[in-house]
Nanobody, 124 residues
Framework: QVQLVESGGGLVQAGGSLRLSCAAS????????MAWFRQAPGKERDFVAA????????NYADTVKGRFTISRDNAKNTVYLQMNSLKPEDTAVYYC?????????????????WGQGTQVTVSS
């Protein structure tokens, strides 16, 4: 497992942008698929985006496709989520996750390490 710490959340107006970061500990970060999930109050944790080991493959939820971009810098042990054109319905706690599989899965059970989350609030 790896230790994950998210940052970059905050309050933003609709139409604005935020960039989330997730710093990982461990020497084998480059061997993990990485993902972002989010959970709004009273709702289940939903998949947002994922990226494979080498950034050769990405996967996005339909609700964020074209607005969010996931990327990773293996030299810095960090994964990013650039969020543009934010909407009030994007308001949630965003979680970073790491999984030992190569494929950027949408399924939470594919990931065995999770961060504590960072709050994103989008005002209308």
């Amino acid at each position: 497992q790896v230790q994950l710490v998210e940052s970059g959340g905050g309050l933003v107006q609709a139409g604005g942008s935020l960039r989330l970061s997730c710093a990982a500990s461990g020497r084998t970060f480059s061997r993990y698929a990485m993902a972002w999930f989010r959970q709004a109050p009273g709702k289940e944790r939903d998949f947002v985006a994922a990226v494979s080991w080498t950034s050769g493959s990405t996967n996005y939820a339909d609700t964020v496709k074209g607005r969010f971009t996931i990327s990773r810098d293996n030299a810095k042990n960090t994964v990013y989520l650039q969020m543009n054109s934010l909407k009030p319905e994007d308001t949630a706690v965003y979680y970073c996750a790491a999984g030992s599989g190569q494929y950027p899965s949408r399924r939470p059970p594919s990931y065995d390490s999770w961060g504590q989350g960072t709050q994103v609030t989008v005002s209308s």
